[in-house]
């Protein structure tokens, strides 16, 4: 994209003002600084009446303009049109004209605002840009206000969001919704709490969110707004993003399924079961209620004391022991050592330790492990 160097600054529309004779070929008898220098004619060859308007006004301009001009009882005439400046191009004017009594003279204004006229078209080439640019955003992105009622009013809608919510920018049903018909009865507060302490603290907004789509149909979405200004009737304007996370939250579901009833399983299993990773052997992960009488603690205790270390059981001789499970694991998916563990509410245990490698449907490796107590020595 090429550079843009217009410049970003405000323009100040220029005047220029002169006085013409009708009854002498429009000729301009008089004139200011500025329209002598706009059309690069000397003042006192103006005075000396050898500037004609009808030679800096476009010709398509010409006929309209002396035809509205010279109408009978015009006193005010205003129009738009193109003046030839100093350099031969022509430049877009607005013309206010006051015919002079009963006199021929009349005295013109011209407001150049050719300038203002170029930044215009230049800021909304650049609108246009820019709403391209955020129709191509992947996320939905709205301008909204929440109005004393907490009702929702959208001002400025992307494609994408259209998309999220299954509607277009030329067909979207939904001026104005009461919170109680946008989102889910069981997320109304946390979007009142949201909204409330991004306006009370200035922070912006990041929650979670089921919202309507289709009658009684929701989608899981992912919200991040925060307050761009006020409107006129001092509701908060609201810049959001959203994202649609139903997939992430039915994925998310899946895995608490599946790892509450991996816990429910291992927490029946019959003897001392826990689950650990390669590169720590006594970082239990999982741990089954017989794995806990054994230790003596209960599994509250056993995470908060021993931060689910059952090295910390074992004492100094566990960095070895970790070692040589490592070194059996990777001859064969397997190992098996034998240690003695400071049980709580006991004696030290001696117990074997047998262990096997598995891989597991995300491709990492997991090792089920197994303590047997042992009444002597092996």
């Known amino acids: 994209m090429a550079e843009n160097t217009f410049d970003e600054s405000t323009y100040e529309v220029e005047f220029l003002n002169c006085i013409i004779d009708r009854g002498n070929d429009f000729a301009v008898v008089?004139?200011?600084?500025?329209?002598?220098?706009?059309?690069?004619?000397?003042?006192?060859?103006?005075?000396?009446?050898?500037?004609?308007?009808?030679?800096?006004?476009?010709?398509?301009?010409?006929?309209?303009?002396?035809?509205?001009?010279?109408?009978?009882?015009?006193?005010?005439?205003?129009?738009?049109?193109?003046?030839?400046?100093?350099?031969?191009?022509?430049?877009?004017?607005?013309?206010?004209?006051?015919?002079?009594?009963?006199?021929?003279l009349s005295r013109l204004v011209f407001a150049d605002v050719s300038k203002s006229r170029e930044k215009t078209r230049v800021i909304a080439e650049r609108a246009n840009e820019v709403d391209h640019l955020i129709d191509l955003v992947t996320g939905g992105v709205c301008l909204f206000k929440v109005t004393p009622d907490m009702r929702f009013e959208i001002l400025y809608i992307n494609d994408a969001c259209c998309r999220l919510f299954g509607t277009t920018k030329e067909n979207y049903d939904w001026r104005a919704y009461n919170i109680n018909e946008l989102f889910h009865p069981e997320d109304k507060t946390v979007v009142y709490q949201a909204i409330g302490r991004a306006l009370a603290t200035g922070e912006d907004m990041d929650l979670e969110f089921r919202a309507i789509t289709h009658g009684d149909e929701y989608m899981w979405c992912k919200c991040n707004a925060a307050v761009q200004k006020y409107d006129s009737d001092g509701s908060p304007v609201f810049h959001a993003v959203f994202t649609d996370i139903t997939r992430l939250k039915q994925a998310e579901r899946r895995a608490d399924e599946a790892n509450d009833k991996l816990i429910n399983l291992l927490e029946n299993l019959t003897g001392a079961v826990f689950f650990a990773g390669l590169e720590k052997p006594f970082t239990a992960e999982y741990v089954s209620a017989d794995f806990l009488r054994l230790t003596g603690y209960s599994r509250k205790s056993?995470?908060?004391?021993?931060?689910?270390?059952?090295?910390k059981l074992i004492g100094n001789g566990a960095d070895e022991l970790a070692r040589e499970i490592k070194t059996q694991t990777a001859k064969g998916g397997k190992s098996e050592v034998c240690y003695a563990i400071a049980s709580k509410d006991r004696d030290a245990v001696l117990v074997r330790d047998k262990r096997k490698l598995v891989t597991q449907s995300d491709g990492t490796n997991t090792l089920i492990c197994v303590l047997e107590e042992v009444t002597e020595q092996p």
């Open 302 to 311: 056993f995470e908060s004391l021993l931060h689910n270390d059952l090295g």
């Open 30 to 104: 008089d004139a200011d600084s500025h329209f002598s220098d706009f059309v690069g004619v000397h003042i006192s060859k103006i005075r000396q009446k050898k500037l004609f308007l009808k030679d800096i006004i476009l010709p398509t301009d010409r006929e309209p303009f002396f035809k509205k001009l010279c109408k009978k009882d015009a006193k005010y005439v205003y129009m738009d049109l193109n003046l030839i400046d100093k350099n031969k191009n022509p430049v877009f004017i607005h013309c206010t004209a006051q015919n002079m009594g009963d006199s021929k």
